[in-house]
């Protein structure tokens, strides 16, 4: 399963050179200064933002400063206001809420962490475990969401897995098989069976999940923004935060204006962009995605398709394909291009003309029907991957009083809401709650610096899109 080692060949080889130059790691970030920046979210969901809060305008002192307005900041001010009700908490988000991965990413809710989705990476009771705590997070956002209101267009009927090479019938059956046997509700179905599905047969098979499905991002941002807000937790937008200066109380420089916070504890909520702060900058890398969405399809139109489950999905490729069709009959559909830039570069430098011919492309050859539909609108979005694609969740400092959850790896939104409670269950004291979990401060594998690191990743972004092209579909 090639997905499962993405970037590692590349970049483990050139961090044996890495360590034979170990000068590089120390006059690299001398030299190349990472830069902050904040793409505009042009994502098809912004059009769903809501009214902005003030940003700040003032210096403060608070319990608590949580850095990073995503799912992951909203679920950590949720947990943590619902636990610690008179702790003054603020949020800090240096644009708008779902600026970030939160945001602009492809509406797809998974269990599983990425080193764990349909493969046992360690042994199987770690499987069974993670498989069993997301599945039941997944359920809890729900009992969430439908506590406040709904809104999101969450619809968690699961989703398809879907095999896109022969050669890889053997592997999914067998994992189906053992996943069974743990207790897992998977199913392999037949290309038949997932052509009845979803309309298509251009894959060889495929897995389903009971346990996931889609959500619309922004909604579900918007949902969060209020339910905290009722809980007396204080949102800056448009408030970055420049500069983190450690101690019993945490110093933070925010805004042009640089106002001052004092905070007893802050959280980094803040993934792709957390190198920015000059924290995990040798172990996270930023990786580009792009998605596209239709305009509205008619029922008639998309009938003809046979998608008729309505279940999203996404494919086997190294840099895969995910599509899902809401509930206003558009389909958004992502991924197949995956890209990074010199440095941790958060600026996106890429074509979406070309994004949207590729996206096009696979559209058409999973429906024909769709050949010549065109897209309402295609942006760019920004994650944060990690060598093993284990996220990562805890509590750092001396005076451990700087938490921090990260590292999705593309698969974040049941992740977030888990790592929210798991960190208000740290500061509550629990922490032997979580502490033999695969995730509880797991250390992220190191980086070499650059220019290595931008040679390692784009050598093994060559090599699996060289790999994808050889495929032999089935159609």
Request: overall charge negative; proline content about 5%; glycine content about 8%.
């Amino acid at each position: 399963m090639d997905r499962r080692n993405f970037l590692k060949t590349s970049l483990y080889s050139i961090g044996g050179v890495a360590a034979a130059t170990a000068g590089s790691a120390v006059v690299t970030p001398l030299v190349c200064r990472e830069t902050m920046c904040f793409d505009p979210n042009t994502s098809f969901w912004a059009l769903a933002h809501s009214m902005e809060t003030p940003s700040l305008s003032e210096n403060i002192r608070v319990d608590m400063a949580i850095i990073g307005g995503g799912l992951t900041g909203l679920f950590a001010a949720y947990h943590f206001a619902g636990l610690f009700p008179q702790m003054k908490i603020i949020l800090l988000e240096a644009r708008q809420v779902g600026h970030g991965a939160s945001g602009t990413n492809g509406g797809m809710i998974l269990p599983q962490t990425p080193n764990e989705s349909f493969e046992i990476s360690d042994d199987e009771n770690t499987h069974k475990y993670v498989y069993e705590i997301t599945a039941q997070a997944i359920k809890e956002l729900q009992a969430l969401v439908m506590a406040e209101g709904n809104g999101c267009d969450l619809i968690l009927d699961g989703f398809l897995h879907t095999v896109r090479k022969e050669e890889e019938i053997d592997y999914y059956e067998e994992y189906v098989e053992k996943a069974n046997r743990l207790g897992l509700p998977l199913e392999f179905l037949t290309n038949k069976e997932t052509a009845d599905e979803i309309g298509t047969s251009v894959y060889y098979g495929s897995v389903y999940d009971p346990n996931g499905g889609q959500v619309h991002p922004m909604k579900l941002i918007h949902l969060m923004k209020k339910a905290v807000l009722k809980k007396g937790v204080t949102i800056f937008e448009n408030s970055p935060v420049f500069s983190i200066e450690e101690g019993k109380t945490v110093h933070l420089t925010v805004c042009e204006q640089q106002y001052q916070v004092r905070a007893g504890n802050i959280i980094l909520a803040t993934d792709a962009y957390t190198s920015k702060l000059s924290y995990f900058k040798n172990g996270i890398i930023p990786i580009h995605t792009q998605c596209a969405i239709t305009k509205p399809i008619s029922q008639k139109k998309l009938s003809q398709t046979g998608w008729k489950s309505r279940l999203p999905y996404f494919d086997s490729q190294n840099e895969l394909f995910h599509l899902i069709l809401t509930p206003d009959n558009r389909i958004c559909i992502g991924g197949g291009n995956a890209e990074y830039f010199f440095n941790n570069g958060n600026h996106y430098q890429g074509d979406l003309n070309h994004v949207a011919s590729l996206l096009g492309t696979e559209l058409a050859r999973i429906y024909p029907v769709f050949s010549d539909i065109g897209f309402e609108s295609v942006w760019n979005g920004i994650l944060g991957m990690t060598l093993d694609g284990e996220p990562t969740v805890g509590v750092t400092s001396r005076h451990q009083n700087i938490y921090y959850a990260l590292a999705y790896n593309g698969q974040g939104i049941a992740m977030t809401y888990l790592f929210g409670k798991i960190m208000a269950d740290i500061f509550k004291g629990k922490k032997s709650t979580w502490e033999n979990s695969p995730f509880y401060c797991h250390p992220i594998p190191f980086l070499p610096p650059e220019p290595l690191r931008w040679i390692g990743t784009k050598l093994a972004l060559s090599y699996y899109r060289y790999i994808d092209q050889k495929k032999d579909y089935h159609r």
